[in-house]
Structures are given as C-alpha cells and as structure tokens.
C-alpha cells in the first residue's frame, strides 16, 4: 500500500478528513520550503502538494503564477525539488508528498529517470496539469513502476464517459476542480461541489480531495463535509508573498490559517 493509501486508511479509521496545503517549492527562496514543509505537518497537514515552479503556467492564477516567478529567480529546478523532498524525509518518513506542476520539466529529464529519482528521495503522487491519462502511455507506467501515484483533475465539465477514464487511471486520490478557472479564482459553490463529489465516487471507490476556492475555514468546512480532502493552495501563496522580504513571517502565517482550518475539519 502506498504512503498515500495508508494516510487515507488512517485518516477513514479515525473519522478525520485530510487536510493538503499547496505551496510552491523554492518560493520566495529554496531554503524556505523544508523547514515550512515540516511546520505545515505540525499545524494539522497530512499530505503535502509541492509545487514546481514552471514558467508558462495553464491553471495556475496570479497568486501561485507569480510564487512560480519567485521560485525561479533562484533557478529553483525540478531536481531542487526532488531534493527538498529528500531533505524532507530525513526527519518524517510519514506524511506523502505530492509533487503539481507541468509535463515539460519530466519529459526534459525523462519519465524514467524523473520517477526512479523522486520515489528515491520519497515523493509519492504525481499530479501534472498537462497530462490528460489519454496521453499517458509512457508516463503513467514509469511512474507507478516506481511506486509513485499518478492523479488527475476532474473539471465540473468533465462528462461521465471521461470521468470513468480519470479514476481507472488515478492512483492514490482522484483530485476534484471545485471550479471553472485557475486556482484563486471566484467563490465556491459547495452544493455544486457536493453532488459532483458524489457523481465521482458512483465511478471510483477512491479518496476524492477537493481543491481551487478553498480560502477559510468555513469553506474548508463545507468541502470537507462531502469530500475526503481538502487542498488549499492561494490563501497560503498569498501569505508567502505578503511576508517575502520578512522569511521568519511566512511560517507562523501560513500555519495559523492551517490550525484554523484543521480544527473546522475536526469539528465535522
């Protein structure tokens, strides 16, 4: 069972849903994101979303858009990312690592390649926007040959045909798009999220995480109440980029928002 599997099963067996925060690796600079990684788990995270940075973003709004700038103005790789999860792992050989981005750093540095070094360094999902699971022919058995679970989005336009092609080709947690747009964007409509939530899961037995919208605790909330995660990504960027030039700032920031939304989806 994989890393992110056995987190699930835990999180079912206790009545918990799971919390996964986003933030973007390197961003406002590499030597940030370990000890925030770290920081997050202790503020109620149980799986971590790293993002790498990538220049020419297709779902990403403003916010995570312009943490990907920062994060490149340091030339912050796909290869520093994989570290960071290494030296993450030196000390929590617990809490699953996903790794969201774009397909053009994998297949600069190959599918093999990219997949036996991320499952040694402790990376376990995968999540490229780009990558539709129709097109995934080499890709997708590289990476679980390797141990590392591939998740795909599901879009509210998704039809019912495709939505059964995502979840027999999704591993570990089928990701849900709570809204039409990039991340950041508009408000959340829960019922619209609830009775999507549900078409999902007449197709597929698997953990369904929820993400875009997701800012408070009281959205969180009305997510968790349906979905089995919730993922929050902008309401985080956007405290990395208010503290950048402060660093010491971003964690205490960002783990507030965290253990208030940990103790909303406690309480459910």
Do not use: W
């Not at 774009?102 to 376990?124: Q, R």
């Not at 979840?167 to 999507?196: I, P, Q």
């Not at 009305?222 to 956007?238: E, F, K, R, T």
């Not at 964690?251 to 939304?261: D, K, Q, T, V, Y």
């Amino acid at each position: 069972m994989s890393r992110i599997a056995t987190k699930f099963e835990a999180l079912k067996a206790s009545g918990r849903k799971a919390l996964i925060p986003y933030v973007t690796a390197g961003d406002p600079n590499p030597n940030v994101t370990v000890p925030l990684m770290h920081d997050m788990v202790r503020a109620g995270a149980d799986i971590i979303e790293l993002g790498v940075p990538f220049s020419d973003p297709m779902a990403d709004g403003p916010v995570i858009q312009k943490a990907s700038e920062r994060a490149l103005v340091h030339h912050t790789s796909l290869r520093d990312v994989i570290g960071m999860v290494k030296a993450f792992r030196e000390t929590d050989s617990d809490t699953p690592v996903v790794l969201m981005g774009y397909l053009n750093p994998i297949e600069i540095m190959g599918y093999e390649t990219f997949a036996k070094e991320a499952a040694a360094a402790g990376v376990d999902g995968v999540l490229t926007v780009d990558l539709p699971p129709e097109e995934g022919e080499v890709a997708i058995p590289a990476f679980t040959a390797n141990g590392l679970d591939p998740i795909f989005l599901i879009a509210p336009t998704t039809t019912d045909e495709r939505m059964q092609k995502v979840c027999d080709a999704a591993r570990g947690f089928v990701y849900y798009v709570s809204l039409k747009g990039v991340t950041g964007a508009a408000t959340l409509d829960t019922a619209a999220v609830a009775e999507k939530v549900a078409q999902i899961r007449t197709h597929s037995g698997m953990p369904v995480g929820v993400g875009f919208g997701i800012k408070d605790a009281a959205s969180a909330a009305a997510v968790g109440a349906v979905a089995d995660a919730v993922v929050v990504g902008s309401a985080l960027v956007n405290q990395v980029e208010a503290n950048a030039l402060t660093p010491a700032a971003i964690s205490p920031a960002i783990c507030e928002i965290l253990r208030s939304i940990r103790g909303a989806l406690d309480a459910l």
